[in-house]
């Protein structure tokens, strides 16, 4: 049974995927322009957490053999992905207007904090452009390629966390990222360096 051509898990996943963003509905919407500026965090932090949660899905499984929830949690990568991009372009949007001016951004620009998330963003946007199948039969082989963006993406949005307010965002930075890193460390580990049994002469 499915609803608009998607099956009901994914349907409530991304019910789920939306209940972060409904506090931030009324300050959007609203006149109150320093609650509009506090919008900035939130939005990137959820961008950050859910893509992160993407990206640990494979190490997760690799980890876990057997399980199923992993099994789970990389057929609905895609979701929780998008969903990522759509908090980071709803944290663009929020930064834009809250500068005000194109000469502001451009100023900013200077800033590690700043210049690491637009970098960050302009990756994203092939892989978002491409996270469907029609994309995925097109590229072929170099798919693959490019859903690799992932990973330098993913060390901009550490830096960019991680510099904002004189880099005092490091140890939330760090908490957030820490098992990201430990799973890509884990499977560096067992594909290129865990010992193996010697074949038999």
Do not use: C
């Given at each position: 049974?499915?609803?608009?051509?998607q099956?009901?898990?994914?349907?409530?996943l991304?019910?789920?995927?939306a209940l972060?963003?409904?506090?931030?509905?009324?300050?959007?919407?609203?006149?109150?322009?320093?609650?509009?500026h506090r919008?900035?965090?939130?939005?990137?932090?959820?961008?950050?957490?859910?893509?992160?949660?993407?990206?640990?899905?494979?190490?997760?499984?690799?980890?876990?053999?057997?399980r199923s929830?992993?099994r789970?949690?990389v057929?609905?990568?895609?979701?929780i992905?998008?969903?990522?991009?759509?908090?980071?372009?709803?944290?663009?949007?929020?930064?834009?207007?809250?500068?005000?001016?194109?000469?502001r951004?451009?100023?900013?620009l200077?800033?590690?904090?700043?210049?690491?998330?637009w970098?960050?963003?302009?990756?994203?946007?092939?892989?978002?452009?491409?996270?469907?199948?029609?994309?995925?039969?097109?590229?072929?082989?170099g798919?693959?390629s490019?859903?690799?963006?992932?990973?330098?993406?993913?060390?901009l949005?550490?830096?960019?966390?991680?510099?904002?307010?004189?880099?005092?965002?490091?140890p939330?930075?760090?908490?957030?990222?820490?098992?990201?890193l430990?799973?890509w460390?884990?499977?560096?580990?067992?594909?290129?360096?865990?010992?193996?049994?010697t074949?038999?002469?």
């Open positions: 049974m499915t609803l608009f051509g099956k009901p898990s994914t349907l409530i991304w019910v789920i995927l972060p963003a409904l506090p931030l509905l009324g300050p959007l919407f609203g006149d109150d322009a320093r609650a509009f919008l900035l965090h939130p939005t990137g932090e959820w961008a950050a957490r859910l893509m992160i949660i993407g990206m640990m899905a494979s190490g997760l499984m690799l980890l876990f053999k057997g929830w992993p789970w949690l057929h609905h990568r895609r979701d992905e998008v969903a990522a991009f759509v908090y980071a372009a709803l944290h663009t949007i929020v930064y834009v207007v809250d500068r005000g001016s194109l000469d951004i451009l100023a900013a200077q800033h590690v904090e700043i210049w690491t998330g970098l960050a963003m302009l990756l994203f946007l092939p892989l978002v452009m491409s996270s469907n199948n029609a994309a995925q039969r097109w590229l072929h082989a798919w693959k490019l859903q690799r963006l992932a990973y330098p993406a993913a060390v949005v550490l830096i960019h966390w991680a510099a904002l307010h004189n880099w005092g965002s490091w939330a930075a760090a908490v957030h990222f820490g098992p990201l430990a799973l460390v884990y499977r560096f580990w067992f594909w290129y360096l865990r010992p193996r049994p074949p038999a002469t």
